[in-house]
């Protein structure tokens, strides 16, 4: 099967701009989920999607926001950036978190530089 | 909500030895502690994890212990490689069914 992908890897953009970036999961899997990762802050947890619903919410502001279609493909999307929002971003998928605890696996990001 | 807290931050071994990462989470309700490996310009790979339900799992040189009073849990390594050199992180799923993550322990192998 083929891992999680993640389009694109690399994206230069300047303050106010806004950046889409997209998710694919490994077939079959219908659960995804967004991280932040900065060196400072670690890994943080943006959303959840599943069955192309909002599922949980990490602790960011309104300015990022996501969706999940019905093929379970899912994007997410920053207005307004900020210097600050220079992260690696990560995508996982993950077969089904229906409350029980699935294994997570992760693409390989997407690095967003804001200048 | 869960925290989890990881040490150390940066550690170096020597090959052939073993080497220890510990966290502890805050959450008793947690069941769930996966450890992720991260190598350069990749994604974190899942190496092992472990439920509540157990004490200790194995996997070849690899090996997870938990101690649900203590609410703490460790990855240990032996017989270090230095394809085992890059950025281990820990991470504690809460009542929310969200993984909470350590800040992770970047572990370098001496030749």
């Known amino acids: 099967k083929a891992g999680v992908t993640q389009t694109p890897r690399y994206l230069i953009k300047t303050r106010g701009q806004q950046v889409t970036l997209s998710c694919s999961p490994i077939s079959g899997h219908r659960s995804v989920s967004w991280y932040q990762q900065t060196p400072g802050q670690g890994l943080q947890f943006l959303f959840e999607?599943?069955?192309?619903?909002?599922?949980n919410k990490g602790n960011f502001p309104g300015r990022f926001s996501g969706r999940q279609f019905s093929n379970s493909r899912s994007e997410m999307n920053v207005s307004t950036l900020e210097l600050g929002d220079s992260a690696l971003y990560l995508c996982?998928?993950?077969?089904?978190?229906?409350?029980?605890?699935?294994?997570?696996?992760f693409g390989p990001g997407t690095r967003l530089t804001v200048l | 909500g869960e925290n989890v807290e990881q040490h150390p931050s940066t550690l170096s071994v020597q090959e052939g030895d073993s080497a220890v990462i510990k966290c502890t989470y805050s959450d008793s309700a947690s069941n769930y502690f996966p450890w992720y490996k991260q190598e350069l310009g990749k994604g974190p790979q899942l190496i092992i994890d472990?439920?509540?339900n157990v004490g200790e799992k194995k996997d070849q040189r690899i090996a997870v212990t938990l101690n649900k009073t203590a609410k703490h849990f460790s990855l240990h390594i032996t017989e270090t490689q230095p394809e085992d050199s890059a950025v281990y992180f820990c991470?504690?799923?809460?009542?929310?069914?969200?993984?909470?993550w350590g800040a992770g322990t970047k572990l370098i192998i001496k030749p």
């Open positions: 991470a504690a799923m809460d009542s929310n069914y969200q993984l909470i």
């Open positions: 472990i439920r509540s």
């Open positions: 999607y599943f069955s192309e619903t909002q599922r």
């Open positions: 996982a998928s993950s077969l089904e978190t229906s409350g029980y605890s699935d294994t997570q696996y």
